[in-house]
């Protein structure tokens, strides 16, 4: 997707004949309907009896990522380098849900936790990441609005989300027949997202100042940044003493970000496209490097 922006800008552009922000907008509604749809209330009530083990995963999302990112631009970073606040937005992000939840499978760890936990964190995402994200864009456009922007989440996520839970017990059978489709109408309106964004910036010139060697420095650093938070919830679980099967759930779930609701919130957050597309550079190389290092340490979990 982001080789063909850079082929036809002009194509994913706000001005093209084909109209990519409405069937983006509609197209990312409708995943998080699908989601609730095969969604089982069944699966979350038993979710909810290992709080201990959701308590350190929600906290490592939702706090450790942050407070990492913070440290770190408090030495390196730059206000005016807008990978920066990429990096930043990386790190509020809920984790992602299928990754974590098949490589928990393959790795042999506590499936109903990694399910309850890879659900949780989508809808709390909706309120946390812009009140982190708030701190930082605040500062450089006074104009934002979180409660505007908290709202209209509330109104593309998580409304659909719970009108498929509502409806889960009608049509829930016929959305796991059907999830490979599913899953492939998902992942093309995320394409989407990425093309359009990048389309812009490729348009407004924003990657020009960008050299091959930052982009491979880049995403060495977010291959560093998988480790070391993987390392860190391996670590605290064999400390805390949870058995094996929560350990291998709390590193994975734990670790994961999911570009899923980094497109869609990105789109709330960053309005500009031509500046969403280098905010989700450095979620892309993670997310990319996520699922490689992730399915090695699986299958070395499996055997």
Not at 179 to 189: A, P, R, Y
Not at 229 to 252: N, Q
Request: proline share 4%.
């Amino acid at each position: 997707m982001v080789f063909l922006a850079w082929l036809f800008p002009e194509l994913g552009s706000k001005e093209s004949i084909v109209p990519f922000n409405e069937i983006t907008f509609y197209g990312v509604s409708a995943i998080f309907f699908f989601y609730g749809l095969r969604l089982s209330p069944e699966k979350l009530k038993t979710g909810l009896r290992n709080w201990k083990l959701h308590l350190i995963i929600q906290a490592t999302t939702f706090i450790l990522f942050p407070l990492i990112a913070i440290v770190v631009f408090h030495f390196f970073g730059s206000d005016e380098n807008p990978l920066w606040l990429g990096f930043f937005y990386l790190a509020a992000l809920p984790s992602t849900v299928s990754s974590s939840v098949v490589m928990v499978s393959i790795a042999g760890g506590n499936m109903p936790a990694a399910i309850f936990n890879a659900s949780i964190s989508s809808i709390i995402g909706i309120f946390i990441t812009p009140l982190w994200m708030s701190m930082f864009i605040q500062q450089s456009n006074g104009d934002v609005d979180l409660k505007q922007v908290i709202i209209k989440l509330c109104l593309q996520v998580l409304l659909p989300v719970v009108a498929g839970l509502l409806l889960h017990k009608k049509f829930g059978v016929w959305a796991e027949r059907y999830k490979l489709w599913l899953k492939n109408f998902d992942q093309l309106i995320i394409l989407l997202i990425v093309f359009t964004a990048f389309s812009e910036s490729f348009l407004e010139n924003m990657f020009g100042d960008f050299t091959y060697y930052e982009i491979i420095l880049l995403a060495s650093l977010m291959l560093l940044f998988f480790s070391v938070v993987a390392l860190l919830m391996y670590g605290l679980s064999s400390l805390l003493k949870f058995p094996k099967e929560d350990r291998i759930t709390i590193l994975f779930c734990g670790s994961k970000k999911s570009l899923v609701q980094g497109a869609v919130m990105g789109k709330v957050l960053f309005p500009d496209p031509s500046v969403l597309g280098i905010i989700l550079l450095p979620l892309m190389l993670y997310h990319a490097l996520q699922l490689l290092a992730g399915s090695v340490i699986a299958k070395k979990f499996e055997g």
